[in-house]
């Protein structure tokens, strides 16, 4: 198959490299704002480089990709499903819900799929977590811990415009606890604060979260989020049931340093960056992404899948601006899906 690339950042690159091992894909279309981006790209990985995503679309793609900034994402999943091409788009769907609604309501019964990244549902270890839910085996779940702390965090520019940590960053939590437990969450209570870089505090964010979210079978998840790590990049998730407990990211790289006697757990190099930590499953996940285009399966993470993690994210912002529980109902709108 033909697939087009609509961005070459550091993600959009990463995606070309594994795109191009890919047994599947016979050709790489390419396109960058910066044409040098997509002149490297097409030396690196024998793809045709081109100069618009129209010129993607014209060029006989079977899939696209989209990995170019935010602002470009409503208009380039909706130029692909136009031009009936499936489309994976790297998260988030839009800059809000209300946009993200708008590329809901125009790609519904368009009959092309839409896939949005959250690499987490192709981790091995949350992938095991799920199945070890579906079965039945852990019994009622009645506590889940989900949590991503960044070694440094992100410039002033990127904080400026991201929309706060718990829409860029907290977000992979309430995805990937929606997907693993099956349920959905009915209310959150978040708390955070700064002991770290005054830009994030200018900007009215915080460097540290925390979420207390009630799911809709009365299990409670928590999640903890900072900026600041300094040992390295540490996502994990526990799941706690009535039979038995289970965790997720509990191995040698744990960035995280045991001070009982005689215990030399975690023994490696802690994961000291995303694209570390989750490689396998950015692979996984492009891997899944040429089975959609293919037709052999369906989009394993929808628009409305994606609406509901931003969704939460929004509820928590909220949550932490009142100082109040806030029910998802609240910040549902009437176009809500």
Not at 125 to 149: K, M, P
Not at 263 to 272: E, I, L, Q, Y
């Amino acid at each position: 198959m033909r697939i087009g690339i609509m961005g070459l950042g550091r993600i959009g690159a990463f995606h070309a490299q594994t795109l191009a091992g890919l047994d599947s894909v016979d050709s790489l279309v390419v396109t960058d704002p910066v044409a040098a981006a997509a002149a490297s790209a097409a030396e690196r990985f024998g793809a045709t480089a081109v100069d618009s995503p129209e010129a993607v679309l014209a060029a006989g793609v079977d899939g696209v990709v989209v990995a170019a900034a935010t602002d470009a994402h409503p208009e380039l999943i909706l130029a692909a499903v136009k031009a009936g091409v499936p489309v994976f788009c790297e998260k988030p769907v839009a800059r809000s819900v209300a946009e993200s609604l708008d590329v809901l309501h125009a790609v519904q019964g368009s009959g092309v799929e839409v896939h949005i990244g959250y690499n987490r549902r192709f981790d091995a270890g949350c992938v095991a977590a799920r199945e070890a839910v579906v079965s039945g085996e852990l019994g009622a779940l009645h506590t889940v811990r989900s949590t991503t702390l960044d070694p440094a965090p992100p410039p002033a520019g990127y904080v400026a415009v991201s929309g706060g940590i718990f829409r860029d960053c907290s977000v992979h939590d309430f995805d990937i606890v929606r997907w693993v437990t099956g349920r959905e969450v009915t209310e959150v209570y978040a708390a955070g604060g700064n002991r770290g870089e005054r830009y994030i505090r200018d900007a009215g964010d915080v460097d540290t979260a925390s979420a207390l979210l009630t799911l809709d079978d009365g299990t409670i998840a928590v999640i903890s989020n900072s900026r600041h790590n300094a040992r390295g990049y540490d996502v994990r998730l526990e799941l706690h049931g009535m039979k038995d407990s289970i965790a997720v990211g509990l191995e040698d790289k744990l960035p995280l340093r045991s001070v009982e006697p005689g215990v030399t757990f975690p023994a490696g190099t802690p994961h000291d960056f995303f694209m570390d930590r989750f490689a396998d499953a950015y692979r996984a996940e492009l891997a899944a992404f040429t089975e959609v285009v293919a037709g052999s399966r369906p989009s394993p993470c929808t628009v409305a899948d994606a609406i509901e993690a931003s969704r939460i994210a929004d509820a928590c912002t909220l949550s932490l601006t009142e100082h109040r529980p806030v029910r998802l109902d609240e910040v549902r709108t009437e176009r809500g899906a």
